[in-house]
């Protein structure tokens, strides 16, 4: 063991972590999810404290010597690292303090260490001193849910595009697949199943531009602005330069924020970026739910599409698949919904100079981005990819149909069309043999009016 102090007092710290005393107190303090950081999380604060001290030692205020250390120790956890050493619960009081600190003390510790010192040697090389050298957590821990945020965007939007890749895939190979359309659950007019696969990949793309846009806010930091904004302890020369070795650790470009107090109290950005994940899971909650219904049955049910078979459905009842890669897909986006909820009431209670809600901001708006990339990445892989449409049973809806008579009204008018579709229901006969029956046209008309190519496109048949 080693002792360790803060103004608090003394404790001690078991002598084989890197982390110290205030990290102690967070571990001590902090029980609330049973969770640790997202990896991810840590190695984007170690990527802001890599840069902060490259720009630190340009500015000639941080000794190089302990500089190259604190850089190599950062470029440790970036590798994969001693990420273990990373106790602090996500979600804690201090506006993320504890966690900025527990990266602090795992730097300098692992600086000492390099140097040739032992741990806990905090006035050769300081968690407070040296490693947060010219900032603040208030200015830190928000830039590094910035870069951890894009990084993980990243991530999720190449999910997205896989999904909308692989629906205008199907759009092309199922545009020949004509099926019957619904409104309100009823018949309505014929669609192509490839159309329907066209639509829900528009959707997607919305969404994707919807986070891509924005996340063009979170690119503006507040690095420099220090506690409140102002700039306290931070050199003049210092705050272009951290935005410009951020960007160059991180391979993003990242601009100091117009208005840093701005930047450091208000933080408005994240609720974009979680309110632009909570749309795009609503359309990906009707598609999937659109998708349960075609897949319905199969033998009492629409059994428009067949799902691939992934796992018994029941306990109970044997032969039962159930659409589960859809049903988990449903789950996930309710996931990000209920987050979404828990950002907006973080964002909302931030006071002042400083919003203390971050690391709830932090941990809901990653769980979303983590589950919402995994779910959209199994839907692809585990249905839409293997799922295939069952022509004949789209067929044999159509035809039982009477929502085809809507293509008939230019030809004979709204009232032939409402007796057509009256003897179609009452009997239940083919739309087609009514109209044969009735002479109202002969076959071949009937059959070019009502082809896949008239019905689902713009315009009169001739």
């Not at 078979?309 to 044997?318: L, T, Y």
């Amino acid at each position: 063991m080693r002792k360790e102090h803060d103004f608090i007092g003394e404790m001690e710290i078991p002598d084989n972590v890197y982390y110290g005393v205030q990290t102690m107190r967070a571990v001590d303090n902090f029980h609330i999810t049973g969770q640790k950081l997202d990896p991810e999380f840590v190695q984007s604060i170690a990527k802001v404290k890599k840069a902060a001290a490259l720009a630190n030692m340009e500015t000639g205020r941080l000794d190089a010597k302990i500089g190259r250390a604190l850089v190599q120790a950062a470029d440790e956890i970036l590798e994969g690292k001693l990420l273990d050493q990373f106790p602090v619960d996500p979600i804690q009081g201090g506006a993320g303090t504890s966690i900025n600190m527990n990266m602090n003390e795992v730097l300098s510790n692992r600086a000492l260490e390099i140097l040739g010192q032992p741990r806990g040697r905090y006035d050769i090389v300081s968690p407070n001193n040296h490693a947060n050298m010219a900032q603040s957590t208030n200015d830190s821990f928000p830039t590094s849910i910035k870069v951890c945020m894009n990084h993980k965007a990243q991530k999720l939007l190449k999910a997205l595009d896989r999904l909308a890749s692989e629906l205008e895939r199907k759009s092309e190979d199922w545009n020949d697949v004509l099926k019957m359309g619904r409104t309100h659950l009823q018949d309505a007019v014929p669609i192509t199943l490839g159309q329907e696969m066209g639509s829900y990949a528009s959707a997607v793309r919305r969404g994707m531009r919807r986070i891509e846009g924005a996340l063009d806010e979170i690119h503006y930091i507040n690095m420099g602005g220090t506690a409140v904004g102002t700039g306290l302890n931070a050199e003049k020369t210092y705050i272009p330069k951290i935005a410009e070795k951020l960007s160059e650790v991180t391979g993003e470009t990242y601009r100091t924020a117009d208005n840093m107090i701005d930047a450091t109290n208000n933080t408005d950005g994240f609720a974009d970026v979680s309110a632009s994940m909570k749309v795009t899971a609503l359309v990906l909650i009707k598609m999937a739910n659109d998708f349960r219904l075609m897949a319905s049955g199969p033998r009492c049910g629409l059994n428009e599409v067949i799902l691939p078979k992934r796992q018994p459905g029941s306990s109970i009842m044997p032969g039962k698949v159930n659409p589960v890669i859809a049903e988990v897909l449903d789950q996930a986006c309710y996931q990000v919904i209920g987050n979404d909820l828990a950002v907006t009431m973080a964002v909302e209670n931030g006071q002042f100079e400083l919003n203390v809600m971050e690391p709830v901001i932090a941990f809901n708006t990653f769980q979303s981005m983590n589950y919402l990339t995994n779910a959209v990445n199994t839907f692809v892989d585990k249905l839409l990819i293997g799922m295939e449409p069952n022509r004949k049973q789209c067929r044999e809806w159509l035809d039982r149909s009477v929502g085809v008579v809507t293509a008939l009204l230019p030809h004979i008018g709204y009232e032939k069309s409402a007796m057509l579709a009256k003897e179609a229901y009452t009997t239940g006969k083919p739309i087609r043999q009514v109209i044969f029956e009735k002479h109202l046209m002969d076959k071949a008309r009937v059959e070019h009016i009502l082809s896949p190519e008239q019905m689902t496109t713009p315009g009169i048949a001739e």
